[in-house]
């Protein structure tokens, strides 16, 4: 099973930019495509982007335009910059690999590793 660690959270004012970083390790990560997901307080985890093996990327429509999702293979990370914070953003951010390689998904449970959360806070 990876092992993902998550950075770059923290308190930003709305209309401010975040950049999060997930270093992966204990899978062949240029093989395998990632997820970035967010859990508000009371509310269930969500789907918030993926970005492929090829660098592809998709996303929820709530952050299209905004956030931005790479990687850099030779560093084993992914990033998510995000741009145009709004105060709906309030979460904790979570990284995660997928069960198997050359494989992308938006559910939850199709993600078997997962970082420990990293908080971003927006105020309004």
């Known amino acids: 099973q990876a092992q993902l660690v998550e950075s770059g959270g923290g308190l930003v004012q709305a209309g401010g930019s975040l950049r999060l970083s997930c270093a992966a390790s204990?899978?062949?990560?240029?093989?395998?495509?990632m997820g970035w997901f967010r859990q508000a307080p009371g509310k269930e985890r969500e789907f918030v982007g993926y970005i492929t093996w090829s660098s592809s990327s998709n996303y929820t429509d709530s952050v299209k335009g905004r956030f931005t999702i790479s990687r850099d293979n030779a560093k084993n990370t992914v990033y998510l910059q995000m741009n145009s914070l709004k105060f709906d953003d309030t979460a904790v951010y979570y990284c995660?690999?997928?069960?198997?390689?050359?494989?992308?998904?938006?559910?939850?449970?199709?993600?078997?590793?997962w970082g420990q959360g990293t908080q971003v806070t927006v105020s309004s």
């Open positions: 995660a690999a997928p069960l198997k390689p050359y494989y992308v998904s938006k559910r939850v449970v199709d993600f078997r590793s």
């Open positions: 204990g899978l062949t990560f240029s093989n395998y495509g």
